[in-house]
Structure formats: structure tokens, C-alpha cells
């Protein structure tokens, strides 16, 4: 330091005027002192940002080095230092020559990959905004895993405790609600899954940035919720026709990207607070919210995928289908051989219908009960547990966020639940007219008393209040407490 002061008041100004040379002009500016000192790195600075290509990343880290070294000798005269005239610092804020190239360098850096793995080092001797800033912006371009992991690592072994979290908080909120409409896949990025949109799969992928570190959960799962709001509010539900919704993104990320244990880990972290530093943290009632918030997307998408089922198998299974008659044969016959063999053939005939029918009442109460899941969610589907006013003031989430997130849910319930409740009413009335169509065809075939006793054979093999009791409900009854009874699904469909 004191070497600095005496080469700062040094009178040979002179000696340095004739060099070309910028690393030469450097070594003669510190030997001649006075204003030299100043003055030089100040031009340095200004031929930092003019120089392009390999010239300028050779000076570039040349004046950043020379700069931290002044800075950490002499910072009165650090402060003294002004930003070259032609960029005033405006890109960046009001801010010194220090950090103005530390800025241009951290962001040199950044955009070459072999070189990625240094750019924690120079963002942590920012000050405190830059470096977040920087940093999350660097972090967009960065997307596979292995990549991921290790500047992950370097803000946490480089940047004060806590900011890491910081960071991905603005790195995962920036790729899920900006605009992602001029999307280029950059170079490292895995390519989409096979149905998913290239944009999907990396707003996807951006959730891994907090699934690395048992204390990122909560915050996980707070992203996690604002991409499922996203996805269900662009899928524009139809009331009308539900089957045509496209919720495949919803399921696809839930399944297949999310950790299975996201939730679990979300609540045992909140209660925990072991973030440090100054970073705010997810406080249990919000977390307790989320988590009811996932739960009730995820019954939503179980049971439309129920009901994506039940619409294969009523349309691939017919509830018609020929007895196999031996009429050609019935004059070579006894009376008695004919009676055995059409009781042998109706048994027959009551047996495949008993398969078929067991299939669609399967797939038709495991798509009901899914959506009656939903619609009897434990406290409403969709709906906070807590509300705003018991939030904490420190919460990681603020009140602008928590307000969209509310009107988020309650345009989604105003579209999702309407559409629910007529995809369960096609349920009830789809199944119910397969049952009917079942019951004329075997009427049909055999008419009378024969078509009775199938029938009423038939109702009491799903007539679940009768089952096990010694005696079979009359015929009446059987009608409306059969699951393979049209009047079971009707009643039902009226019901809701």
C-alpha cells in the first residue's frame, strides 16, 4: 500500500509518453506514478471493452486483475477510478470500474461453455445484487444436469450462505413466466420427450435446479405448482367436450420429472429452516398450502387418466355379442338333449356377458371414484388450507406472487371442476347405455322367460347388497342396486 501511495505521488509522467505497448504503458505507468496510475487504468479499461475476440479476453482479464489487486493495495484509489465514457455503466447501474469489469468479464465467461466452470469465482467479488443478477442470468443458459450440478456447486462453495437458493429462485421464476416464444435449444440441452413441445420440456428440467439439496425442496414445490398452474391454464378446458383436453405435459411431469418424494421432503424441510444466511425462507402454512394445492392437481390428473381408460375400453368392448346356436342340429336331437344343450348354450352366453360386463363396471368405478375424489377433495379442490393474513412476512414468496397464485386457482377451479363433473356425468351415462344396450341384446337372442332368468342371474353376480346374503333380491330391487343394471348408472348420473 505504501508502495502504491509514493508511485501515485511519483513526478515522471514523461517517461511513459512514447509507449505503444499496453502491457508495457503498464509496467511504466506504476513506475512513474503520480496520475499515471489512474490514467492508465482508466485507458485500460476503455481498451478492455473495445477489444474483441481473443484480444479481448487476454486485456479483459489482464485489467480485471490489475484492478482487484489496486483495489485490495489502495481502494481510495479504486474509488477514484472512473467507468470508460462510452459505456457510463448505464448496462449495469451506477457502479465502480472494479465492478464494471468484473461484470464484462464474469459475462465473458458466461458465454463460452469450456469456460463456465469459472464463472462463480468472479461473480462472487461482485457486490452482492450483481452477483444474484449475473448469476441467474448466466444460470438460463445452463440446462443439462451434469452442468447444472457443478455451477450449483460453485455458488455454494463461492457465494455468501444462502444466495444460492436466491439465485435459483430468480433463475426457475424467470423460465417459467417469461416469454419463451423465441425458443432456441442451446447447445448441451437434451432434446424433448417424444409428445412434449421442446419449451415444456425445458420449463420442466428448470425444477431440477432445486431438487439437488434437500433444503430447495420447499421452494420446488413452490415452482412445481406455478408450472402446473401454467400448464392447466393454457390447456383452456372445454366444459363441454372434456375428453379433448390435453393434459398430457401435467401427467408427463409429475411421473416422469418430478422426484417422487417431492412433497414429503417439501413439508419435513419447511419446519427446519436451514437455508442460512439472510435468504427468506418457505414458512409450514404456505408449504402446507402447496402441498394441498399438488395433491389436488394430481387427483385431478389421476382421474382424468381413469377416465381416458374408461373411454378406451367403452368403445373397444361391444355389449353385443351372437350366442352360438345349434339350431342346424336341433331336428337329429331328443327333447332332452335340446334342453341341456340351450341350457349349456345360455350359460355360456350369461358367462361372456358376466366377462364383459366386469370389464366396462371396473373401468367405469375406478373413473367415477376419481372424479368423486375430486369433487369431495378434504376441503375443496384447489383451495388453501390457509390463507394470506397467516403467512409469514419473511416467506420466500411475496404478497404480489401469493395474489396471482390466488387468482391463478380460482380461474382453474372455475374451468376444472365444471369440466369434472361433466366427465363424470359421461361416465354414469355412457355406462349406463352400455348396460341397456347389453340388456336388449340379450332379450333379442332370447326372449321371454329364458331372458329373465340371464337377466336377473346376471344382476345378482354385481349386485353388491345381495352378494352375500342367502336369499336374491327381487327383481324389482335387483334393477337400481346391480352394477350391471342401467338403472344402477342412471340413478347415479341423476344423483350428481
Not at 455454494?156 to 423465441?182: C, H, K, T
Not at 421432503?265 to 427446519?272: E, F, L, T, Y
Not at 384447489?382 to 397464485?405: T, Y
Amino acid at each position: 500500500g505504501a508502495a502504491m501511495e509514493m508511485l501515485n505521488r511519483s513526478p515522471f509522467e514523461a517517461v511513459r509518453e512514447g509507449g505503444g505497448d499496453p502491457f508495457r504503458n503498464g509496467m511504466m505507468s506504476f513506475m512513474i506514478g503520480g496520475g499515471a496510475v489512474q490514467e492508465y487504468l482508466e485507458e485500460a479499461a476503455v481498451l478492455a471493452v473495445q477489444l474483441r475476440e481473443e484480444d479481448e479476453a487476454s486485456f479483459l482479464r489482464f485489467a480485471v486483475h490489475l484492478v482487484l489487486y489496486v483495489d485490495s493495495v489502495f481502494p481510495e484509489l479504486s474509488t477514484r477510478l472512473a467507468v470508460p465514457a462510452d459505456d457510463d455503466g448505464t448496462e449495469y447501474g451506477e457502479v465502480t470500474l472494479r465492478e464494471f469489469l468484473l461484470l464484462r468479464y464474469a459475462s465473458f465467461l458466461a458465454s463460452s461453455r469450456n469456460l463456465w466452470s469459472q464463472v462463480a469465482l468472479y461473480a462472487s467479488l461482485l457486490s452482492n445484487q450483481h452477483m444474484i443478477d449475473m448469476y441467474a442470468d448466466f444460470l438460463l443458459q445452463v440446462h443439462g444436469d451434469a452442468e447444472r450440478q457443478m455451477t450449483l456447486e460453485q455458488a455454494r462453495e463461492f457465494f455468501p450462505e444462502g444466495a444460492d437458493i436466491v439465485v435459483l429462485r430468480n433463475v426457475v421464476r424467470d423460465m417459467i413466466l417469461g416469454d419463451q416464444e423465441d425458443f432456441t435449444r442451446i447447445p448441451g440441452e437434451p432434446l424433448a420427450p417424444s409428445g412434449i413441445s421442446p419449451v415444456n420440456a425445458r420449463l420442466m428440467r428448470s425444477i431440477h435446479w432445486m431438487c439437488y439439496h434437500p433444503e430447495h425442496m420447499p421452494d420446488a414445490l413452490v415452482c412445481t405448482n406455478m408450472l402446473l398452474r401454467r400448464f392447466f391454464l393454457l390447456n383452456e378446458m372445454d366444459a363441454s367436450d372434456p375428453s379433448q383436453s390435453n393434459l398430457y405435459d401435467s401427467k408427463y411431469f409429475i411421473e416422469k420429472v418430478l422426484p417422487t418424494n417431492l412433497v414429503d421432503m417439501a413439508v419435513d424441510q419447511c419446519g427446519s429452516n436451514i437455508i442460512g444466511g439472510n435468504a427468506p425462507h418457505v414458512p409450514e402454512p404456505m408449504v402446507q398450502n402447496l402441498k394441498a394445492e399438488f395433491v389436488s392437481f394430481e387427483s385431478f390428473l389421476k382421474a382424468h387418466t381413469k377416465y381416458a381408460q374408461f373411454l378406451d375400453v367403452i368403445s373397444k368392448t361391444s355389449p353385443c355379442h351372437n350366442a352360438k346356436s345349434g339350431a342346424s342340429n336341433r331336428g337329429r336331437r331328443s327333447a332332452m338333449e335340446s334342453e341341456i344343450s340351450d341350457k349349456l348354450e345360455r350359460n355360456a352366453f350369461r358367462q361372456r356377458k358376466v366377462a364383459i360386463c366386469k370389464i366396462v363396471i371396473e373401468a367405469a368405478r375406478r373413473a367415477s371414484d376419481g372424479w368423486m375424489d375430486v369433487l369431495t377433495f378434504a376441503g375443496g379442490w384447489l383451495v388453501d388450507l390457509d390463507d394470506l393474513a397467516s403467512i409469514d412476512a419473511e416467506s420466500a414468496v411475496d404478497a404480489g406472487e401469493m395474489e396471482l397464485r390466488a387468482a391463478e386457482m380460482k380461474e382453474i377451479r372455475s374451468t376444472v371442476l365444471p369440466a369434472a363433473v361433466s366427465m363424470l356425468h359421461d361416465v354414469l351415462g355412457k355406462t349406463a347405455s352400455w348396460m341397456e344396450q347389453m340388456v336388449h341384446d340379450i332379450v333379442d337372442q332370447f326372449g321371454g322367460n329364458a331372458a329373465k332368468d340371464i337377466l336377473v342371474s346376471l344382476f345378482h353376480t354385481f349386485d353388491e347388497t345381495y352378494r352375500s346374503s342367502a336369499s336374491q333380491a327381487p327383481m324389482m330391487e335387483v334393477v337400481t342396486t346391480s352394477q350391471a343394471a342401467p338403472a344402477y348408472w342412471y340413478k347415479k348420473a341423476v344423483a350428481l
